[in-house]
C-alpha cells in the first residue's frame, strides 16, 4: 500500500487497482452438465469442434499502458467478432434438439474472460463455459440470465483453452443468440506482479487477503453476524479491465426492499463502466473462523443502473436490476445520517483483494478530519468530509473499498475511500453519509431522493429483514408432433431429494405452484404400449429414407424413426420397429415409447414450460397421444 505524507494538506492514495479474478461462480446460475459430457450422447459428438484463435494481446503494450495510467491491471479486452451464425459446430441430437460448441484458444493466455455483446437463452436453452478437460465448468445459464440490455459475461476459465456450449431444445429452434465482441485476456498473476508467472498462479481472490485479516465468523463478529447478510463483494467490470469492490444492500424509507448498493464512488469513476455485468457476490465467506482450504460458494447477481455518485464524500448508490432471492438471506442495512455523529466505535465488514468476507474494527470513537484530502487519482476532497478512523482489529486493502462504515449501534455512517494500510499501517478515511445525504448539487449526487423517497425527514433508519419467500407457478401446454393435445400425462418437477407432479388436462395443460427459491428441474416421460402406431408402412417410409427415395421432410420424423436411439435412422431401427410390431419385443430396448423436446429445463422462477411429445416408431403419425 502506498504510504501517506502528512503535509499541510494530505496524499492519500485510493485503492481503486484494477485486478482480474478467476470467478469460479458466476451470476445467478442453475445445476447440470452440458449434454456433450453425458457418456450415452458420446457418438452424437464424433465431429470435431470448431476452435477460433483469438487475437494475441500486446502484452508489452498493455504493460506501458498500467506504467503510464499507474492501474494495476491484469487482463485486457481483444474484440472479436463471434456468434451462433458464423461460428462454431452444431450436433442433432436424437431428441431433434440440438447444441453448439465453440472452442477458443487464446495464446499465451492466463486466463479468459467472455464477453457478450448480446446474449439471450430461450426457455429451456441451457448455455456452458468449460475448459479443455471439463474440470472448470460455469453454468447452466438460462433464460433467468436475460437482460433487457442483452449484455452478459461469462469466465474466468484458467489457461489459453475455453468451450462454449449451448443447448437448444427443438421447441426453442432459432431463437437462442451468442454474439461475443470481446475476450478479456489475463495477462498477468494476480496481486503479485513481481513475481515470475509460474510461481504465482492466477487466483479469484480467494486467500489473496494480508495474514492479519479476521474472518467474519471468527469471535470478533459474534456481533455482526445479521449486519454480515446485507454486505457483497463487487466485481466491477470495465472497457479497460475489472477489479473488486465492497458495498451493502441498503434500506429506504419505504421499507420495499428495493436492491440499493452502497459503495464507493472511484469503484465507478474514471473508466468506462460495464454496469450491465457487474457482478454482486452474497454470502462469500468462510463458515468457520479459520480460512478454508477450498474456495467457498456464493450467491450472486449480475447488473445494476447507476442511481448517485458524488466525489466530494466518494459515495456510490447503485440498484441492481433484480430483486435479491429471498433465498439469499440478505438484509438491508440501516443508517444514521445525523450531522453530528460521532460513532463510540467503528466496524466494517469486507471483501479485502476479493478475498473472503472480514471484520476490521476500531474501538475509539472516529475523527472528522478536518483538511482537504488530495486523492491520486486527482480529486481533493474539501475538509470534514471524512471520517478518519485508525482501525485495533484487522486492517484493510484493495478490494475494501466501498465497505461501509457502522457504528456501535450497527447503522450505515460512511463508506471507505480510502488510506493507508498493511499489517502495520491501519488509517483509513470514509466518506460521510450525513454529507452524502443532501449536499450533493443534484439528485444524481446525493442520497436524500433514492433513500427517503417519500420525504418523511427521517435522520435514523433501522435495518429491514428480508420477506419470506413466496410461491412460483410452473406451466405449461404438452402437444403431440402431429398436434395433437396429450391429456392425463404426468410432468415431473425434482428439487434435490424432493419429488413433485402435474398431470396435463384434456387441452394438455398442466400447471403446478412450488415454493420460491429452489432449482426446479422439469421433465416429461410417457413409456408405455409401444406398439401405438407402430405399422408397416413406417418400416416403409424408414426404408425410403434410408435409400435417400423419398427423404423426410421434417426432423421430427427421423426422432420418430430413431427407434434405437443411436442419433441416425440406420436399418437397425427396422429391426426395432418389425420386432414390436411382430409382437417379439414388448418395448423398445434403447429408448422410451415417447420421447419429449426439451430433454429436461431447470428454473426457479415463475415459468411457462412448453413440451412436444414424439411417438417412437412412427414417422408416419398414426400414434394415439392419449
Not at 427 to 443: K, N, Y
Request: with cysteine; aromatic share 12%.
Amino acid at each position: 500500500m502506498y504510504i501517506l505524507t502528512k503535509t499541510t494538506s494530505f496524499a492519500v492514495f485510493f485503492l481503486l487497482i484494477l485486478t482480474i479474478p478467476v470467478y469460479t461462480f458466476a451470476q445467478i446460475s442453475t445445476s447440470g452438465k452440458p449434454l456433450s459430457f453425458q457418456h450415452n450422447l458420446n457418438a452424437a459428438f464424433d465431429q470435431e469442434t470448431e476452435e477460433v484463435i483469438v487475437p494475441v494481446l500486446d502484452r508489452e503494450k498493455a504493460l506501458k499502458e498500467d506504467e503510464k495510467n499507474g492501474a494495476a491491471r491484469f487482463a485486457a479486452p481483444v474484440a472479436v467478432n463471434y456468434s451462433l451464425e458464423e461460428n462454431g459446430t452444431w450436433t442433432i441430437l436424437p431428441g431433434g434438439d440440438r447444441v453448439w460448441r465453440l472452442q477458443l484458444y487464446a495464446q499465451d493466455a492466463l486466463g479468459v474472460f467472455v464477453y457478450y455483446d448480446d446474449f439471450y437463452m430461450p426457455v429451456g436453452g441451457q448455455f456452458f463455459m468449460y475448459d479443455a478437460n471439463g474440470q472448470q465448468l460455469k453454468g447452466a445459464y438460462t433464460n433467468r440470465n436475460n437482460k433487457q440490455s442483452g449484455k452478459f459475461m461469462t469466465g474466468m476459465i484458467e489457461g489459453e483453452t475455453a468451450i462454449l456450449e449451448y443447448y437448444e431444445p427443438l421447441s426453442a429452434r432459432g431463437q437462442g443468440i451468442i454474439d461475443i465482441s470481446r475476450i478479456y485476456y489475463v495477462y498477468k498473476n494476480d496481486f503479485k506482479p513481481q513475481l515470475p508467472d509460474n510461481v504465482y498462479p492466477v487466483k479469484s481472490g480467494f486467500g489473496d487477503a494480508a495474514d492479519c485479516h479476521v474472518n467474519i465468523n471468527c469471535d470478533e463478529g459474534a456481533n455482526w453476524q445479521d449486519h454480515k447478510r446485507g454486505v457483497v463483494r463487487i466485481l466491477r467490470v470495465f472497457d479497460e479491465g475489472m477489479g473488486w469492490c465492497s458495498g451493502s444492500l441498503i434500506n429506504n424509507t419505504n421499507q420495499d426492499e428495493t436492491p440499493y448498493i452502497l459503495s464507493a464512488f472511484h469503484c465507478y469513476d474514471g473508466f468506462t463502466p460495464q454496469l450491465d455485468v457487474w457482478r454482486f457476490d452474497f454470502n462469500y465467506e468462510s463458515t468457520a473462523c479459520s480460512n478454508p482450504l477450498n474456495e467457498p460458494g456464493a450467491n450472486s447477481m449480475l447488473g445494476c443502473q447507476y442511481r448517485a455518485g458524488w466525489s466530494d464524500t466518494d459515495v456510490l448508490l447503485l440498484e441492481l436490476l433484480e430483486n435479491v432471492p429471498s433465498t439469499y438471506n440478505a438484509r438491508f442495512n440501516g443508517w444514521n445520517r445525523t450531522l453530528s455523529h460521532i460513532p463510540d466505535t467503528s466496524t466494517i465488514i469486507h471483501h479485502p483483494r476479493g478475498d473472503i468476507k472480514k471484520i476490521s474494527q476500531d474501538y475509539d470513537p472516529a475523527i472528522i478530519f478536518g483538511n482537504s484530502i488530495n486523492w491520486s487519482n486527482g480529486v481533493t476532497t474539501p475538509p470534514n468530509h471524512h471520517y478518519e478512523v485508525n482501525f485495533d482489529l484487522g486492517t484493510f486493502e484493495d478490494g475494501s473499498s466501498g465497505s461501509n462504515l457502522l457504528d456501535e449501534n450497527g447503522h450505515i455512517i460512511g463508506q471507505l475511500h480510502g488510506g493507508n494500510s498493511s499489517c502495520f499501517l491501519f488509517e483509513g478515511f470514509f466518506g460521510r453519509f450525513s454529507l452524502s445525504w443532501d449536499e450533493g448539487p443534484t439528485q444524481a449526487e446525493r442520497l436524500r431522493e433514492w433513500l427517503d423517497p417519500a420525504g418523511t425527514g427521517q435522520f435514523i433508519l433501522e435495518a429491514l429483514e428480508p420477506a419470506t419467500g413466496g410461491m412460483i407457478t410452473i406451466a405449461g401446454n404438452i402437444q403431440a408432433r402431429t398436434g395433437q393435445n396429450m391429456e392425463g400425462l404426468e410432468v415431473t418437477i425434482t428439487e434435490d431429494v424432493n419429488t413433485w407432479t402435474a398431470t396435463t388436462d384434456v387441452n394438455g395443460n398442466y400447471s403446478i405452484e412450488l415454493p420460491e427459491g429452489p432449482d426446479y428441474t422439469v421433465d416429461v416421460h410417457k413409456d408405455v404400449d409401444p406398439g401405438n402406431g407402430v405399422s408397416t408402412f413406417d418400416i416403409v417410409l424408414t426404408s425410403r429414407h434410408i435409400l435417400l427415395i423419398e427423404e423426410f421432410d421434417d426432423p421430427l420424423k427421423e426422432i420418430a424413426a430413431d427407434a434405437n436411439n443411436n442419433g441416425s435412422v440406420t436399418s437397425f431401427d427396422m429391426v426395432r420397429m418389425r420386432r414390436v410390431i411382430l409382437g417379439l419385443s414388448d418395448d423398445f430396448p434403447e429408448s422410451e415409447s415417447w420421447r419429449f423436446s426439451p430433454l429436461s429445463v431447470t428454473v426457479n422462477t415463475s415459468s411457462t414450460l412448453d413440451f412436444i411429445g414424439i411417438k417412437i416408431g412412427d414417422p408416419s403419425g398414426n400414434a394415439n397421444p392419449n
